[in-house]
T-cell receptor, first 111, second 115 residues
Framework: SQKIEQNSEALNIQEGKTATLTCNYTNYSPAYLQWYRQDPGRGPVFLLLIRENEKEKRKERLKVTFDTTLKQSLFHITASQPADSATYLCALRYNTDKLIFGTGTRLQVFP | NAGVTQTPKFRVLKTGQSMTLLCAQDMNHEYMYWYRQDPGMGLRLIHYSVGEGTTAKGEVPDGYNVSRLKKQNFLLGLESAAPSQTSVYFC??????????????FGPGTRLTVT
């Protein structure tokens, strides 16, 4: 079965630096990949979507890359701020009606 | 627009009791989903629906039933609650046009404890 791996250890970075989170998957590549943000006690919120034929997508301070050779997506937050502290989930969609979510990586940005 | 709403927000059940979680969306989305989220396990799909009157099993369907009688509502039922069903439950909805599945919109969650 398909597996998604996100670093379970929290990522701690200083304000102003670039945060980079990793999402690795096994087996075949998904049709597309999504990234979500989840704050404590709340539901996930959609951030970005990248398709298998796209290498990079940007939205304001966010950037997502998709490398089907490495079977990996990287999620970057540039000029990070304490307000960016949250758990970030990646989700993969194959040729089905469902998404498969990773367990998420907690990001902590300290002043 | 309220987006996706869930009721109740919190609930404590005794083993063997039953309950229904209600999810409602006002975005006219075709697809709706029920997930559970447990520490270290991520979001796991319980059941989903691709349209009014249809339901399908997800990754962890045992012990749960669902119904989608109206497009805007998706109900999750626990017939006989077990402590293993203690979790946070999230409902989500999305558009789907052709083979494109759009982003999912999540509700605020229901925290269920079974003692």
């Amino acid at each position: 079965s398909q597996k998604i791996e996100q670093n379970s250890e929290a990522l701690n970075i200083q304000e102003g630096k670039t945060a980079t989170l990793t999402c690795n998957y096994t087996n075949y590549s998904p049709a597309y990949l999504q990234w979500y943000r989840q704050d404590p006690g709340r539901g996930p919120v959609f951030l970005l979507l990248i398709r298998e034929n796209e290498k990079e997508k940007r939205k304001e301070r966010l950037k997502v890359t998709f490398d089907t050779t490495l079977k990996q997506s990287l999620f970057h937050i540039t000029a990070s701020q304490p307000a960016d502290s949250a758990t970030y989930l990646c989700a993969l969609r194959y040729n089905t009606d469902k998404l498969i979510f990773g367990t998420g990586t907690r990001l902590q940005v300290f002043p | 627009n309220a987006g996706v709403t869930q009721t109740p927000k919190f609930r404590v059940l005794k083993t063997g009791q039953s309950m229904t979680l209600l999810c409602a969306q006002d975005m006219n989305h075709e697809y709706m989903y029920w997930y559970r989220q447990d520490p270290g396990m991520g979001l796991r799909l319980i059941h989903y629906s691709v349209g009014e009157g249809t339901t399908a099993k997800g990754e962890v369907p045992d012990g749960y039933n669902v119904s989608r009688l109206k497009k805007q509502n998706f109900l999750l039922g626990l017939e006989s609650a077990a402590p293993s069903q203690t979790s946070v439950y999230f409902c989500a909805s999305s558009h789907n046009r052709g083979h494109l599945l759009y982003e999912q919109y999540f509700g605020p969650g229901t925290r269920l404890t079974v003692t």
